[in-house]
């Protein structure tokens, strides 16, 4: 692992004592040998019928008290990806889905809070059909719950630097969740030291994500002059929904206009334009939906974030591990239902939100894969530009500055840009997922963007 680099003696047995003697008010903890760190579970009941899981990693540094490391959530997309499997065991947890220790585990450099949000989500649940979250406001306000109970009882984290990382559709969770959070601690009703969001390939202006399609794929040989048209028609018919406020139909114009691009680029991956789609067969229960634009939405949109092989470990051997997941409930089966439930907010832009955090002084930061396709690069810096921030023309000014993972190579990895409190980076090579595809990376701009650089 790459923090074998770093040599200092720890004292295994003081360790080892220090993490026992530890006292929770809540919590499933498991002591397991001190290289492998410690680790906490456990559900809370954000409202009625409705459970959230979470799940925290104590940080593994052989230099480092986890007290001097800052604390991360992270949140997955969807929604109705779940944190606790996709992210932990495809992208950041120390072990991957072959239960390996993953060298790039950002567990090296921070303890890492996996959420399984909106409820519903991977092991999260709900008792009562209409307790699913509806809309963004609904899912922030489950979360300040979760992460008051959280703070409250492991007092611990209180002041360590808190930071919220993100994804997908998981980015616009963590903008409203970091408002909330922000308004939360002002009040006094959460303590936490609250530190910045960083909003990865995230779903903030949908419509910016749509418009900007055609031209990408159009440049990089994956449309020709036909394509193109017929591309920015479908995107024309998705702004004209989203101008008149009529999400939903803009929502089923979104799958309209994925439907037109999959035919023109012979099934380009939404998630990595160099690969191509590999379709998932439906599930059985899909033949329950009426709305199909809904069920092909869902398929591709977080079918790819429930795999057979991570479904058949989070039911197997992980469920085993953790004990406390009711017996008639198994990860995953209500992903469906949490992603249709949020039909009406998937077009909803939260530029605005964005702006009230820059505002308010948090940290923001953006950070977004080359080659992911439906949250590409260029959309993103639409709805950046788009920001009010007084700040903004100051940024835009500067020039991008080259990063590069390796230090003894001269391959690019990246570039950031950064003024006051909001940063951008480009990740060179990653699609959509991005510590998946570039993990060397990933981990050094976490690193960057916690103060650790
Ligand atoms: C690590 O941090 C915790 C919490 O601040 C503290 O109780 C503990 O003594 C620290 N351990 C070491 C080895 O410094
Ligand atoms: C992880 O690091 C070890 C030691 O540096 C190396 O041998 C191994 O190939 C790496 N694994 C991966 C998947 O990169
Ligand atoms: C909700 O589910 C939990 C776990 O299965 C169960 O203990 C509880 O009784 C259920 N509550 C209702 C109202 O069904
Ligand atoms: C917020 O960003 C600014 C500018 O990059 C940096 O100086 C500051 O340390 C950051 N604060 C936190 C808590 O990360």
């Known amino acids: ?65 986890f007290s001097e490391l800052p604390l991360v959530m992270w949140l997955q997309g969807g929604p109705g990806g779940s944190s606790t499997g996709f992210g932990n065991f495809e992208e950041i947890g120390p072990l991957d889905s072959n239960l390996q220790p993953r060298n790039t585990t950002w567990l090296q450099s921070a303890s890492l809070l996996f959420v399984d949000n909106p409820v519903g989500t991977g092991f999260s649940y709900v008792n009562a059909s209409d307790a699913y979250t509806k809309n963004l406001d609904m899912v922030a306000s489950d979360m300040m719950v979760l992460l008051k109970t959280f703070f409250d009882c492991h007092r611990e984290f209180q002041t360590i630097p808190f930071y919220i990382f993100s994804e997908s559709y998981g980015g616009k969770m963590a903008a409203g969740i970091g408002l909330q959070l922000h308004k939360a601690i002002q009040e006094g009703s959460i303590k936490c030291n609250f530190a910045g969001v960083a909003l990865g390939d995230s779903w903030i202006s949908p419509i910016d994500s749509v418009l900007s399609w055609g031209p990408y794929l159009y440049s990089m040989s994956l449309l020709d002059d036909q394509g193109l048209a017929e591309v920015a028609k479908v995107a024309e018919q998705v702004l004209n929904a989203v101008n008149k406020g009529y999400y939903k139909e803009a929502t089923q114009l979104w799958g309209e206009a994925e439907a037109v691009i999959e035919q023109n680029t012979d099934g380009v991956n939404f998630y990595n334009i160099l690969t191509k789609n590999t379709p998932v067969p439906a599930k059985e229960s899909s033949l329950e939906f009426t709305q199909s634009h809904l069920v092909r939405l869902f398929q591709r949109h977080v079918r790819y974030l429930h795999q057979d092989s991570l479904s058949q470990l989070m039911n197997g051997p992980i469920r085993k591990k953790l004990k406390i997941i009711p017996a008639d409930y198994s990860w995953g089966a209500q992903a469906t239902n949490v992603f249709m439930n949020m039909e009406g907010d998937f077009m909803k ?17 953006v950070y977004n894969g080359q080659l992911d396709l439906i949250v590409d690069t260029i959309g993103q810096e639409a709805w950046v530009r788009k920001l009010n921030w007084p700040e903004l023309s100051r940024f835009s000014q500067l020039k991008w500055k080259a990063l590069y993972s390796d230090p003894k190579s001269s391959q690019t990895s990246a570039f950031v840009k950064s003024y006051k409190n909001l940063a951008f980076y480009w990740i060179l090579g990653a699609g959509h997922m991005v510590p998946s595809d570039q993990g060397h990376m990933a981990l050094k701009m976490m690193r960057l963007v916690t103060q650790q650089e």
């Open 1 to 65: 692992m790459e923090l074998a680099l770093c040599s200092c003696p720890v004292p295994r047995l003081l360790l080892l004592l220090l993490s026992i003697s530890a006292a929770f008010c809540l919590g499933n903890v498991v002591n397991r040998p001190v290289e492998e760190g410690k680790e906490v579970w456990d559900y809370v009941t954000v409202r009625k019928d409705a459970h959230m899981f979470w799940w925290l990693y104590y940080a593994t540094n052989p230099c480092k008290n």
């Open 349 to 365: 832009p939260v530029i605005s939100i964005v702006d009230e955090l820059l505002e308010a002084g948090v940290n923001v930061t």
